[in-house]
């Protein structure tokens, strides 16, 4: 590998790149009593998945392959029960996601739910189902944030990636409109192969629509990117060329746009911690109320997921075989179980683990002490320098039904 690349996978497995998780701004005094606070482990969040249905079309949609149908959503008032035990069991924040979660017809009912029990909210769409009239009442209701995925910047590739004609201009005046009624911005960039080329002028954007935050995640290949790997994965010298990119970038914008750089399981030399740590950081509930400890945890065998509609959050955060299977050390096998980093990643993700060697118990095959590491890499180099094939879109628009 030449210098210049040599210094920047150094960089990135020093994971001096700072990782995507969220850093949004948390309610101090939302006057909402939580019972719950001082429990050792709290949740820090909750994502909540309203829906499914989705107008776009992208294929490395983190919603599994088996898609929740509109019939099997959770009401208005179901969301604002579980809104309240997360609440009283301490989570500050409240991801409105999907799907896209503007599909849902009483959106501002469930916002103002969330708002009602003092969550942070924020708002994670596409943005093409967005009025600014609409946008405007969900800041008058008390929407906190809002953060806008972009698939690129180049409105023919933007069109390709999503399945969906003019979203571009769309998310452009929709992140306007945000700035405009004073709601924070973080625009979504998901980077992958096709789309990677134009990674500064995604940058570029942020910056015009005057973001505070730029998400730049490559892509995790589990469910919709793991179907369409071949056709996503680029190689590891043009991976490099993003950290070079990021990096100056952070540099050049200090002050005007914040960073978040999730740097390429399949190059790393070690894993993150994924979820914020298995059952340690996040609930994320599905359209049907099915709790989870991280979006892809339904992939792994032999677990059982409990429905916030029987149980009561704090006794599945708690006491959930699910919540507990992959939390904290007693589980984990060699190399992880006596490295000085288990309480650092806690061995990466269980859902990458089983993906590629049917152990969820494994080494995240990111990890270079892991024995599947050598063959992970190469899988992807292989992959990347052979011609992309055409993409399997993720398809259920579904919107003519709720
Ligand atoms: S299809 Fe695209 S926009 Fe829709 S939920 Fe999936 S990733 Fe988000
Ligand atoms: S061996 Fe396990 S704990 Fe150690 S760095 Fe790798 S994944 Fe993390």
Redesign the pocket.
Known sequence: MPKALNLLQGLSDKRLLQEGHNHLTKKTASGTKRDGASYVSAPTGLLAELTHRCPLQCPYCSNPLELERSNNEMSATEWAETFKQAASIGALQLHLSGGEPTARRDLEDILGYAVEVGLYTNLITSAVLLTKDQLSRLADIGLDHIQISIQDVVEENSDLISGYKGALAKKYAVANWARELGIGLTINAPMHRQNIMNLEKIIDFAVEVDAQRIEIAHIQYYAWAQKNRAALIPTHEIFLETVNIVEAAKQRLIGVLNFDFVIHDHYAS??KKCTGGWGQSIIVVTPSGTALPCHAAQTLPGLKFDNVKDQHLLKIWETSPAFNAYRGLDW?KE??RS????E?????CRCQAYAFSQDPAA??PA????VDHASFAALAEQEAHAPAPAFVYRRYDGLSKK
Do not use: H, V
């Open positions: 070690r894993p984990m190399p992880c490295c000085d980093r288990r650092i990643d806690y061995g990466g080494t995240d990890c270079a002490l892991s």
